[in-house]
């Protein structure tokens, strides 16, 4: 295993996501490591039946900028937990990018949390978490949400 100087936190923003962070901050006091948090999202396509339509460069910016403000406020609400941090924000499918960033900066545990989703709903939105698990090369610590 990878010297866990360095983690890679997945977030989506939500009360569980929250709770992995700050697990992973509690984790990374302890180890002496960094935490890189990350936010991948991609960009939203429609399909009709007489084609598609990919959000429009000013939607692109609204989530970006959007997200980078949740980003660092995540942060700057954590930052007395002396833990060092960074944010990245990347656009793209969120299991890729998670993977890229934690490979970027020699991460040595990725984390994640899920809302465990069942049935139709896992169908239709997937998991970040389950891709995640069978996609990274290091190991991935998921956190369950409890709803």
């Avoid at 990374?28 to 990919?54: C, M, N, Q, R, W």
């Avoid at 002396?82 to 944010?87: C, L, S, Y």
């Amino acid at each position: 295993m990878k010297d866990l100087k360095s983690i890679v936190v997945a977030t989506d923003f939500s009360e569980i996501a929250d709770h992995a962070l700050d697990e992973a901050l509690e984790l990374a006091s302890k180890l002496g490591a960094t935490i890189t948090l990350v936010h991948a999202f991609e960009i939203p396509v429609y399909g009709f039946p007489d084609g598609i339509l990919i959000a429009s460069s000013d939607v692109t910016s609204q989530l970006q900028t959007s997200s980078q403000t949740q980003l660092d406020r995540t942060i700057a609400s954590r930052k007395d937990r002396g833990v060092a941090m960074t944010a990245v924000l990347r656009v793209g499918p969120p299991w890729e990018e998670i993977n890229s960033v934690a490979k970027e900066t020699g991460a040595g545990l990725i984390v994640a949390g899920t809302h465990g989703r069942r049935g139709l709903s896992h169908a239709l939105l997937g998991s970040v978490a389950e891709r995640l698990i069978r996609t990274a090369s290091l190991p991935v610590l998921v956190f369950h949400g409890t709803k």
